[in-house]
């Protein structure tokens, strides 16, 4: 009994220095995101982010279906420390220009493009710390939250990444969060500071900056004013706060989008669009305004009309189909679909079992509280969003990768970390629960992406295609393998290896960049490189010794097999099952030895 006594008293001291436990859970958070951040290969979308980042700087103004705020930090830093001038105008040109024609060092310019991100995403852990602090939050409920969001096998292997998922989950949330507590504060006759709504407002401009989904946010406005309508003052500073927002919004998209599309290259409103999009009318959009250059209408209105014709690009591709692919075939899917398939092989299993409960608890708590007034405003503040967008994104055909659920995701996180706080007082029994998710998190985080939990029994590459699985984060570590093995060459050489993954040659280039970082060894590889292309012709006649091939592919190969597309792409894969596996990344990426 004693014994139990000192250790709770132990527990008790340790985790009542909030600023000591949220200075470690912020190292962690770093130690964690960051070694993904270096350990994963460029993935597929990177290069048009990046490339798109450092034409802000020129003011020529690329990739306009997402905005534009973290892209434009990392072509600032790109801009500063690898200045190169690009030749290309086309977004995933200059990502790939960058990479393979500067003499740039690669893995030093995908870092640069990254580290905006994994900052930016930091804040989300200062944010609860600063919470808890100022007693915005529950200790306990934070304490989870940021155990559950640092260790993430969903969120973390993409929060260093450039790429906009998880920024975009994290800045919605925290708005909510500062709305909640504006709607406390107003509820409880706190003094409401100037400070804090000009940080609200910066945190709504942020979210609406980094992910068009984020616009749903905008939706708290009218709700809390209709809460407020019926007391002057309340009403006042509500309103007070929507003219903080939408000055913010007016002056800093007007300055950022006018600034990134300034060039002269850009003649007109419907040139900024012309870029390449699987759907047509993602392609061409229709106009909202047609205006001449140099006059003062595209001086006043350009910057919005950017910013508003980006938005209709991104929910008008949301309406385009896609397929994915599962166990042996490519399936249509939506949203719905993929994260029933999907999500309970992805997440940690702690999780999975959790949900459930929390869910029910959840509705108890809403149940038990209906005559709760201040509580059920509180419900609806911190849950609408995340609900709109689940029911607006639930039967969306566009089911590119779970990582456009992860505002979900993350509030579902929430939800499971409050129910933990309110349902188990024990803290031996919640540093236990804490202990388990941490355990069974590091252990396979390592992977990144491409992850997959014990309850799921085949090779990871079966389950899902895109960003789900395997985006082309592990694209250089075959190359890796193969050249610290002396098993090829210093320049590529097509007798030796053949590679079919990552979507394009330059993909390919780029891996076998990123082994030779000491000597720009990728200027020593040719500018074109021939794929086997195994759905057209026999790879019994390639002259390659090793092929690399990764999950897409396979699972592309398989698809065409099962519904006998050719005979040529069923041989190709009965051979390659014939071949040895020298290598094979976490059931991701393999080498095959074609021959002796």
Same mark, same amino acid.
């Given at each position: 009994?004693?014994?139990?006594?000192?250790?709770?008293?132990?527990?008790?001291?340790?985790?009542?220095?909030?600023?000591?436990?949220?200075?470690?859970?912020?190292?962690?958070?770093?130690?964690?995101?960051?070694?993904?951040?270096?350990?994963?290969?460029?993935?597929?979308?990177?290069?048009?982010?990046?490339?798109?980042?450092?034409?802000?700087?020129?003011?020529?103004?690329?990739?306009?279906?997402?905005?534009?705020?973290?892209?434009?930090?990392?072509?600032?830093?790109?801009?500063?420390?690898?200045?190169?001038?690009?030749?290309?105008?086309?977004?995933?040109?200059?990502?790939?220009?960058?990479?393979?024609?500067?003499?740039?060092?690669?893995?030093?310019?995908?870092?640069?493009?990254?580290?905006?991100?994994?900052?930016?995403?930091?804040?989300?852990?200062?944010?609860?710390?600063?919470?808890?602090?100022?007693?915005?939050?529950?200790?306990?409920?934070?304490?989870?939250?940021?155990?559950?969001?640092?260790?993430?096998?969903?969120?973390?292997?993409?929060?260093?990444?450039?790429?906009?998922?998880?920024?975009?989950?994290?800045?919605?949330?925290?708005?909510?969060?500062?709305?909640?507590?504006?709607?406390?504060?107003?509820?409880?006759?706190?003094?409401?500071?100037?400070?804090?709504?000009?940080?609200?407002?910066?945190?709504?401009?942020?979210? &609406?900056?980094? @992910?068009?989904?984020?616009? +749903? !946010? #905008?939706? /708290?406005?009218?709700? *809390?004013?209709?809460?407020?309508?019926?007391?002057?003052?309340?009403?006042?500073?509500?309103?007070?706060?929507?003219?903080?927002?939408?000055?913010?919004?007016?002056?800093?998209?007007?300055?950022?989008?006018?600034?990134?599309?300034?060039?002269?290259?850009?003649?007109?409103?419907?040139?900024?669009?012309?870029?390449?999009?699987?759907?047509?009318?993602?392609?061409?959009?229709?106009?909202?305004?047609?205006?001449?250059?140099?006059?003062?209408?595209?001086?006043?209105?350009?910057?919005?009309?950017?910013?508003?014709?980006?938005?209709?690009?991104?929910?008008?591709?949301?309406?385009?189909?896609?397929?994915?692919?599962?166990?042996?075939?490519?399936?249509?899917?939506?949203?719905?679909?993929?994260?029933?398939?999907? &999500?309970?092989? @992805?997440?940690?299993?702690? +999780? !999975? #079992?959790? /949900?459930?409960?929390? *869910?029910?608890?959840?509705?108890?708590?809403?149940?038990?509280?209906?005559?709760?007034?201040?509580?059920?405003?509180?419900?609806?503040?911190?849950?609408?969003?995340?609900?709109?967008?689940?029911?607006?994104?639930?039967?969306?055909?566009?089911?590119?990768?779970?990582?456009?659920?992860?505002?979900?995701?993350?509030?579902?996180?929430?939800?499971?970390?409050?129910?933990?706080?309110?349902?188990?007082?024990?803290?031996?029994?919640?540093?236990?629960?804490?202990?388990?998710?941490?355990?069974?998190?590091?252990?396979?985080?390592?992977?990144?992406?491409?992850?997959?939990?014990?309850?799921?029994?085949?090779?990871?590459?079966?389950?899902?295609?895109?960003?789900?699985?395997?985006?082309?984060?592990?694209?250089?570590?075959?190359?890796?393998?193969?050249?610290?093995?002396?098993?090829?060459?210093?320049?590529?050489?097509?007798?030796?290896?053949?590679?079919?993954?990552?979507?394009?040659?330059?993909?390919?280039?780029?891996?076998?960049?990123?082994?030779?970082?000491?000597?720009?060894?990728?200027?020593?590889?040719?500018?074109?490189?021939?794929?086997?292309?195994?759905?057209?012709?026999?790879?019994?006649?390639?002259?390659?010794?090793?092929?690399?091939?990764?999950?897409?592919?396979?699972?592309?190969?398989?698809?065409?097999?099962?519904?006998?597309?050719?005979?040529?792409?069923?041989?190709?894969?009965?051979?390659?099952?014939?071949?040895?596996?020298?290598?094979?990344?976490?059931?991701?990426?393999?080498?095959?030895?074609?021959?002796?």
């Amino acid at each position: 009994m004693a014994n139990i006594t000192r250790i709770r008293d132990r527990l008790t001291n340790f985790f009542g220095n909030k600023n000591t436990i949220f200075k470690i859970l912020l190292g962690l958070y770093f130690m964690v995101a960051g070694y993904l951040m270096i350990s994963q290969s460029l993935t597929t979308d990177e290069p048009a982010h990046l490339g798109a980042g450092l034409a802000y700087i020129y003011g020529w103004g690329l990739n306009p279906e997402h905005p534009l705020l973290l892209k434009f930090f990392s072509g600032v830093l790109l801009f500063i420390f690898t200045p190169f001038l690009p030749q290309s105008r086309d977004q995933y040109g200059i990502g790939y220009e960058i990479i393979l024609k500067s003499t740039q060092n690669p893995n030093l310019i995908l870092f640069l493009s990254r580290l905006p991100y994994l900052i930016f995403n930091s804040l989300f852990v200062i944010y609860l710390w600063t919470g808890t602090v100022k007693k915005y939050f529950n200790y306990q409920f934070a304490l989870i939250l940021g155990v559950f969001y640092i260790f993430s096998t969903t969120l973390a292997p993409m929060a260093g990444m450039a790429i906009f998922d998880v920024a975009g989950a994290t800045s919605a949330l925290m708005f909510v969060g500062l709305f909640y507590i504006f709607q406390r504060k107003l509820d409880t006759n706190q003094i409401i500071s100037n400070k804090f709504l000009w940080l609200t407002g910066i945190s709504g401009f942020a979210a &609406l900056n980094i @992910k068009f989904s984020n616009v +749903l !946010i #905008l939706g /708290l406005f009218p709700v *809390i004013l209709i809460f407020n309508c019926l007391k002057y003052d309340k009403f006042k500073a509500v309103l007070k706060l929507v003219a903080v927002q939408a000055s913010l919004l007016l002056v800093g998209i007007y300055m950022l989008n006018g600034f990134c599309y300034r060039s002269s290259d850009t003649v007109n409103s419907i040139n900024y669009y012309q870029f390449s999009l699987p759907s047509t009318q993602a392609q061409n959009p229709p106009n909202i305004i047609n205006f001449q250059k140099n006059t003062l209408s595209e001086i006043l209105l350009k910057p919005y009309l950017i910013y508003a014709k980006g938005l209709q690009m991104s929910f008008v591709r949301s309406s385009d189909s896609s397929n994915t692919f599962f166990v042996d075939k490519y399936v249509p899917d939506t949203f719905s679909s993929l994260i029933i398939r999907v &999500l309970p092989y @992805k997440e940690n299993p702690l +999780l !999975i #079992l959790l /949900l459930p409960l929390s *869910i029910i608890f959840g509705a108890w708590q809403i149940l038990r509280n209906y005559n709760n007034w201040p509580f059920l405003k509180s419900v609806i503040l911190l849950t609408i969003v995340p609900l709109i967008y689940f029911g607006a994104s639930f039967q969306s055909k566009l089911a590119i990768g779970i990582r456009h659920f992860d505002l979900v995701i993350l509030a579902g996180y929430a939800l499971i970390a409050y129910s933990i706080y309110k349902f188990f007082s024990s803290r031996i029994l919640l540093v236990s629960i804490l202990g388990i998710y941490i355990f069974t998190s590091i252990s396979v985080i390592w992977i990144g992406i491409g992850y997959t939990n014990i309850f799921w029994l085949s090779d990871s590459y079966l389950m899902a295609s895109d960003s789900t699985m395997n985006w082309g984060q592990n694209a250089n570590r075959p190359i890796d393998f193969l050249v610290k093995n002396k098993l090829i060459s210093d320049y590529y050489n097509p007798s030796e290896v053949t590679a079919d993954f990552c979507c394009s040659p330059e993909m390919f280039q780029i891996a076998l960049g990123f082994t030779r970082t000491g000597n720009q060894g990728n200027k020593s590889y040719t500018d074109i490189l021939t794929k086997p292309d195994i759905g057209n012709k026999p790879l019994i006649n390639n002259p390659a010794k090793y092929l690399v091939i990764d999950g897409n592919t396979l699972q592309w190969v398989i698809h065409n097999s099962n519904i006998k597309a050719n005979q040529v792409v069923v041989d190709n894969l009965a051979y390659i099952r014939t071949k040895p596996i020298i290598y094979n990344y976490v059931d991701q990426i393999f080498v095959y030895q074609l021959r002796e």
